[in-house]
T-cell receptor
Framework: NAGVTQTPKFQVLKTGQSMTLQCAQD?????MSWYRQDPGMGLRLIHY???????DQGEVPNGYNVSRSTTEDFPLRLLSAAPSQTSVYFC?????????????FGQGTRLTVV | QQQVKQSPQSLIVQKGGIPIINCAYE??????FPWYQQFPGKGPALLIA?????SEKKEGRFTISFNKSAKQFSLHIMDSQPGDSATYFC?????????????FGQGTTLQVKP
């Protein structure tokens, strides 16, 4: 089982460029989320999805778009990259369960915007 | 504003010591409080979680203490080992986390010296 796979692992962008961070999971999980991790800020939720065709905003959604056309994939699009979007991005998936839910994280994408 | 506040930012203990990491929250709708462990270059992984109907939960050397009236919870690591050196995040969620929407604290970097 691959779990949650993120590509690319590293990326350098120029200010104003656009790109898509890919996230795929093979566990048939309904829920998927994108977080960004910055020093001293922990992980902050960007967007999340509770199923194919359903997405919602998290704490820091500005500058990012998402869509969920399949259960397996949840790409994150940067529309016009800015230096403030330099961060490590994590995708996570989970399934509904009674009592508690474990989120499974990918290995992350380290993005630098110059 | 940070909905979940975590302290300290960093912690150094000797092998065998008992590091304690604290978290506080404001939203009384939170009903699920997990702790995640992250090693360098990896995504976070679930360590232990608690619901507010219990005051303490132990799993191996890891214990969560929960104080509902104070809206605080903490992680204790008994007999800490150098292999426990990692970054630890507390988190909180509504609906047992069954939305894929976790709110994280700022993180604590723990170093356990041999």
């Amino acid at each position: 089982n691959a779990g949650v796979t993120q590509t690319p692992k590293f990326q350098v962008l120029k200010t104003g460029q656009s790109m898509t961070l890919q996230c795929a999971q093979d566990m048939n999980h309904e829920y998927m989320s994108w977080y960004r991790q910055d020093p001293g800020m922990g992980l902050r939720l960007i967007h999340y999805s509770v199923g194919a065709g359903i997405t919602d905003q998290g704490e820091v959604p500005n500058g990012y778009n998402v869509s969920r056309s399949t259960t397996e994939d949840f790409p994150l699009r940067l529309l016009s990259a800015a230096p403030s979007q330099t961060s490590v991005y994590f995708c996570a998936s989970s399934y509904p369960s009674e009592g508690s839910t474990e989120a499974f994280f990918g290995q992350g994408t380290r993005l630098t915007v110059v | 504003q940070q909905q979940v506040k975590q302290s300290p930012q960093s912690l150094i203990v000797q092998k065998g010591g008992i590091p304690i990491i604290n978290c506080a929250y404001e939203n009384t709708a939170f009903d699920y409080f997990p702790w995640y462990q992250q090693f360098p270059g990896k995504g976070p992984a679930l360590l232990i979680a608690i619901r507010p109907d219990v005051s303490e939960k132990k799993e191996g050397r890891f214990t969560i203490s929960f104080n509902k009236s104070a809206k605080q919870f903490s992680l204790h690591i008994m007999d800490s080992q150098p292999g426990d050196s990692a970054t630890y995040f507390c988190a909180a969620a509504v609906g047992s986390g069954n939305t894929g929407k976790l709110i994280f604290g700022q993180g604590t970097t723990l170093q356990v010296k041999p």
